[in-house]
């Protein structure tokens, strides 16, 4: 088995929070059969929490002793390092908090960071995400800010509207169907045509799929810039992080050069990683560390025939292509709900129904990654 562990970084000391909540609730049994005989095998050495509750992880990361690890590791979905996210922006040392990269082992049924890093194959399996998690090297990954009244929250996968949104929390009670419960909400929202009115804001960068496409290609025949770094090279920065479009509270400059509509919305979809979960690639050229958010649009007006076909799609990317589809790089965006309840998810997890917006802040974490 030697050859299974030959590029295994040496010597690093690994926190583990499974939560045994995600997905199906399989996440105890994935760490026990799976994950914890190859941390061992690698030689590696961890220490494991099981969250309790919801936050658990988040309490967890604003107390961290992060001299003390190479990485913060999750068996679980999304929600759990979207936690720790925002536990470690709480810090005073937030900046250099987020230097301590992040692994994900898939347990939840969003997974959409193991599905981004590994592919729609690999993605759900739990050995081949600690293998790149024990070998892998620090990748800088954008996070997006998110302001809503007087909150500041943070996201690193998606931020979304109208039936995204609808299918990801309002199918909690499917929790049982893992990752296929957001087939079958889908399904059923595209099928009574459900729509959500807000208004939309957004500084575009490309509105011309062809040209995103192309820029996607380009930018991933580069070499990754990897971010790795010892302790000792980390530098004690203590930079606030500061929203250059101002957040919520500031007026929409036209200087700034924002689009502003106002409409019937099947979904709006802010993104930083292709995968949302399994067999659904809606955003396939988002780019972790561009600096920018991608935005996938579907018009309320969409019709029965054109979700389905734009749904099917989205297995493999191919509904941005859809001529009723808009897909745009954007600096920012802004939602304002017309309606007085509903659905925002940020990265799987409930917010208040409220206006928000979202700015991307370029390399602000990193994912361990082969
Ligand atoms: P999934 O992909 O299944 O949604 P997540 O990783 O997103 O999985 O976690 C879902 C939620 O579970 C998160 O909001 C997290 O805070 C919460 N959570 C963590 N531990 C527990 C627990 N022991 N009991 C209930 N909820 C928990
Ligand atoms: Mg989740």
């Not at 995103?212 to 990897?226: C, G």
Request: glycine share 10%; charged share 20%; net charge negative.
């Amino acid at each position: 088995l030697g050859h299974v562990y030959k590029d295994v970084k040496q010597g690093r000391h690994y926190k583990i929070l499974v939560n045994p909540f995600g997905g199906q609730g399989h996440a105890q049994k994935i760490w026990q059969n799976t994950a914890e005989p190859l941390f061992k095998a690698s030689g590696s050495t961890y220490d494991l929490t099981l969250t309790t509750h919801r936050y658990h992880a988040k309490e967890i990361a604003k107390e961290l002793d992060i001299r003390k690890y190479d990485a913060v590791c999750s068996i679980s979905g999304d929600g759990v390092l979207h936690e720790v996210i925002n536990g470690f922006m709480e810090r005073p040392d937030a900046i250099l908090a987020h230097k301590l990269p992040l692994g994900a082992i898939p347990g939840g049924s969003g997974n959409a960071l193991s599905f981004s890093l590994l592919g729609e194959d690999h993605g759900n399996h739990a050995s081949n995400a600690v293998l790149a998690i024990l070998k892998g090297r620090a990748m800088p990954v954008d996070l997006c800010s998110v302001t809503q009244g007087q909150t500041r929250t943070f996201s690193f996968v998606l931020q979304s509207f109208g039936l995204i949104a609808d299918v990801d929390l309002g199918s909690e009670h499917l929790r049982w169907m893992g990752g296929a419960r957001f087939t079958m909400a889908a399904l059923g929202k595209v099928l009574a045509q459900t729509t959500a009115g807000c208004e939309l804001a957004y500084l575009p960068v490309e509105t011309d799929v062809q040209k995103i496409h192309a820029q996607y290609n380009a930018q991933r025949a580069q070499p990754v810039v990897w971010a790795d770094q010892t302790h000792d090279e980390m530098d004690e920065d203590h930079k606030e992080i500061t929203d250059v479009y101002g957040g919520i509270h500031a007026s929409l400059k036209d200087s700034d050069g924002w689009v502003i509509e106002k409409d019937q919305y099947a979904t709006v979809v802010g993104a930083k990683l292709p995968w949302i979960s399994k067999g659904s690639v809606t955003h396939p050229a988002a780019l972790p560390n561009d600096g920018l958010v991608d935005l996938l649009i579907f018009p309320g007006d969409m019709g029965r025939a054109a979700g389905l076909q734009a749904l099917i799609a989205s297995e493999t990317g191919e509904h941005i292509h859809n001529e009723k589809v808009r897909y745009l790089k954007v600096k920012a965006f802004r939602v304002t709900p017309a309606a007085s309840s509903g659905y925002i998810s940020l990265d799987g997890e409930h917010t208040p129904y409220e206006p928000y917006q979202v700015e991307a802040h370029r390399g602000l974490i990193s994912v361990l990654s082969v």
